[in-house]
């Protein structure tokens, strides 16, 4: 295993959907005299082509959701360098809702963000029976179980069908069964040329990944 | 409806769901004008002010709105900044949800404004309605833009409130009438709004120079409750 800190001259990767290179960030934390400065990432890079589910894994804070947050574009970067090309869909590890809105007020205001008007009502009808969650459509945010917040929070991200999808811990409160389906809705994205990179714990689901990214010590380590 | 008209009706929604928010919105007013004709006046004594009767109730309706107002200005930012970065991310953009944040803000101050001036007018009277209700809206858009600054800097919800609370307190016990003090309260941000506001307690009109410098100070604190609402919302590079 070679450490992958560049994806490379853009042109000589057909296809790349995302491209992230020499990514580095550090964090300040405590106040004088403890104050300390957090390398967390040093140069990490990754790719994700169209029609390629890919992994990230790595142990608990060895950065992947900083990774990720500085793909979105939640976070800046100290250093380093990220493309991205087409509609961006992304789901946060924690969902990111407003507890007082319910399930068709959320999808409403996303239709809106990614400007689907005509489309909104059978993208929203078509996920909530992909994730089967219908009955709670009129439901507050406050009134869910964390598995349906997250269930909402994913068909957030899948709503407009977008080009590259980034997933943070996207399963975390599924059930057996929800999980299952979470990984035939990614797959069949996947074979339409959907570029997905997916963040986990886990190498477990390392034969349902086309490429897994590791993160160790700040950089990502293709396994 | 476009986007922005859309996503201010739910920001503001968010808010009259909850129902603590309704009850502080008719018991603050009221336990601020009742109380405040008697115990203001106390108070104000106490400090070198001179404060007292009407002018202390209209005075007392004037900080309900500015403390609600602070409140909710400061909650709007904190509690929601991440959901609204993502808003922005998904192609709202940071401009768009800030100007239904400030929208929505702007309604809430309006509807804080008529719960403290109806409680007003139905505890002492109200002699000059246009002059004392427009006198309190302006208290509550200030304090929207001192409490969404506050929130951009600060995250937690105890520090947040506690920081707006604090800059209330100064500001009402240091303000005209409250006290014969100069130095730093003379620089609050309220200071001309209260004259105002009292000026229509004792039911005399305002010189001219007061209004423009509470409209003046009223659009900086609303463009700067705008520009927090912005910055909190904008995504970073990629």
């Known amino acids: ?223 | 409806m476009n986007a922005i008209a859309i996503s201010g009706a739910d920001f503001l929604r968010e808010h009259l769901r909850a129902r603590l928010t309704l009850v502080l919105l008719v018991a603050i007013p009221a336990l601020f004008v009742v109380a405040s004709a008697s115990v203001l006046g106390e108070f104000a004594a106490a400090l070198g002010g001179s404060v007292a009767g009407d002018s202390a109730s209209a005075l007392g309706a004037g900080w309900a709105a500015a403390f609600l107002a602070g409140a909710l200005g400061f909650f709007q930012v904190s509690s929601s900044r991440e959901a609204d970065r993502r808003l922005a991310l998904a192609g709202m953009g940071a401009a768009r949800v800030a100007v239904a944040r400030i929208s929505a803000s702007i309604v809430l101050g309006v509807l804080i404004s008529v719960v403290a001036f109806l409680t007003l007018l139905l505890s002492t009277g109200v002699t000059h309605p246009a002059h004392t209700f427009v006198a309190i809206l302006i208290f509550a858009l200030i304090y929207i833009g001192i409490g969404t600054l506050v929130g951009s800097f600060i995250s937690g919800a105890l520090e947040g409130s506690l920081t707006v609370a604090f800059i209330f307190l100064f500001d009402a016990f240091s303000g005209p009438g409250m006290s014969d003090s100069g130095g730093i309260a003379g620089v609050m941000p309220t200071r001309k709004a209260a004259d105002v506001l009292i000026d229509a307690g004792a039911g005399m009109g305002s010189p001219v120079g007061d209004w423009i410098a509470v409209g003046l100070i009223t659009l900086g604190a609303l463009a700067l409750a705008a520009a927090a609402f912005w910055l909190s919302a904008r995504p970073r590079s990629t």
């Open chain 1, 1 to 223: 295993m070679a450490p992958n800190t560049g994806a490379g001259d853009n042109s000589t990767v057909r296809g790349a959907v995302l491209q992230a290179s020499g990514v580095e960030k550090s964090f300040h934390r405590g106040v004088p005299p403890r104050r300390r400065r957090i390398e967390v990432l040093k140069g990490a890079g990754l790719e994700v082509r169209r029609g390629e589910l890919v992994g990230l894994v790595g142990e608990n804070g060895s950065g992947k959701s900083t990774l990720m947050k500085i793909v979105v574009g939640l976070l800046e970067r100290d250093e380093g360098v990220v493309e991205r090309s087409g509609k961006l869909g992304y789901c946060p590890q924690v969902p990111l809702l407003w507890e007082k809105l319910t399930v068709d007020e959320h999808f409403e205001l996303f239709a809106r963000a990614y400007e689907l008007e005509a489309a909104t009502a059978s993208a929203a009808e078509s996920l909530l029976g992909e994730l089967q969650f219908e009955r709670y459509r009129s439901y507050r945010i406050e009134e869910l179980s964390g598995g349906t917040r997250q269930k909402l929070n994913l068909a957030l991200a899948l709503m407009h069908e977008p080009d590259l999808l980034l997933l943070d811990e996207p399963y975390s409160g599924f059930d057996w069964e929800t999980y299952l389906r979470f990984w035939e809705m990614s797959e069949r994205r996947r074979d339409e040329g959907m570029g997905i990179l997916i963040v986990s714990h886990f190498l477990s689901e390392r034969e349902r990944l086309d490429r897994i990214y590791e993160l160790r010590d700040g950089r990502c380590v293709e396994a």
